[in-house]
């Protein structure tokens, strides 16, 4: 792979052309063998953790989804089979593909039409790679600033990068960032009338929209992000969103509802916070978006 550009010489923060004209695969390019291989030597212990809420976790469901409605039958040879009715491929644990948000300019990543991607492309080569996981929700608590997942904040590159240091962990290009904000801890406790109040305002703590954040998750060579909240951007969205500008201009996939509280206090037992992470997107041409189906090994 050509020498990658800084954020900064990017024109107007837009990573065109930097994976080839036709590329669909954006940041999940800097996944290569060697940095794939480095993740394996991760897997020390053989622990296993599910980064997968279940399919109807978010219940009423979010954005004017229906919920998910699971049924089963028999077959005629007396086997049992099974289908979902509104299955909402972004209602729970989930990847945001690339026809998900446009560029600012109304095109989708790398100028292709929408025909060149759907989350298929990614299905078939799978995600793999280092993940590195902040718990800045933990990090903020300590440092006398805890979020609060029912009112809106800003999580910086300087948050990140504090928590960053704080864990010891190094940067390495190809990484899968996995921030934890305990926005989907407070969500697995709250009372349906908390639920329910979600689905009518869904303001909330998430990443900070701005270029320095852009720039911190680019020259760190993030391949892919996830976050255990509901946009990984605060919510309500600031004048300028973030997911516009992370999946339409650089092509980095957005993992949103991610569940993440094993691993954090695995890591936070361990003080190791990388790992190996493995996500197989539903193979569907044309998708837009796509259940996680994500693992961490350690
Ligand atoms: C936004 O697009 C801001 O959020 P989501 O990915 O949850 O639809």
Not at 211 to 217: G, I, K, R, S
Not at 282 to 298: E, F, Q, T, Y
Request: a negative charge; charged letters at 20%; aromatic letters at 8%.
């Amino acid at each position: 792979m050509t020498e990658r550009p800084a954020y900064a010489d990017l024109p107007g923060g837009d990573a065109s052309g930097v994976f080839g004209p036709g590329d669909a695969l954006g940041a999940l390019n800097l996944q290569t063998p060697t940095a794939i291989a480095h993740a394996a030597t991760l897997v020390r212990e053989g622990a296993v953790f599910s980064l997968n809420a279940p399919v109807d976790w978010v219940d009423p469901p979010l954005f004017s989804r229906e919920q998910v409605e699971h049924h089963v039958f028999t077959t005629p040879r007396g086997n049992l089979d099974d289908w979902l009715d509104r299955y909402y491929l972004q209602a729970s644990s989930q990847w945001d593909g690339f026809l998900h948000a446009r560029r600012p300019d109304g095109d989708f990543h790398n100028r292709l039409p929408a025909a060149g991607h759907g989350v298929h492309v990614w299905a078939a080569r799978g995600i793999a790679g280092r993940a590195v996981l902040l718990d800045v929700g933990a990090y903020l608590a300590d440092q006398g600033r805890p979020l609060h997942w029912r009112t809106r904040a800003e999580i910086t590159a300087a948050d990140l990068e504090a928590c960053r240091a704080a864990c010891g962990v190094e940067q390495r290009a190809g990484d899968v960032l996995l921030i934890r904000t305990g926005w989907a801890s407070e969500y697995e406790r709250a009372s349906v009338a908390e639920r329910t109040a979600v689905r009518a305002d869904t303001t909330g703590p998430g990443l900070a929209a701005d270029d320095e954040l852009l720039a911190y998750l680019w020259d760190w060579g993030v391949s892919a992000l996830a976050c255990d909240n509901i946009a990984v951007e605060a919510l309500p969205l600031g004048p300028v969103a973030l997911h516009p500008r992370l999946i339409g201009l650089l092509g980095v996939p957005l993992g949103e509802l991610w569940w993440l509280d094993e691993l954090a206090a695995h890591c936070a037992r361990d003080g190791r916070y990388e790992c190996l992470l493995t996500s197989a997107p539903i193979n569907l041409r044309g998708g837009v978006g796509s259940p996680a189906n994500a693992l961490a090994l350690k």
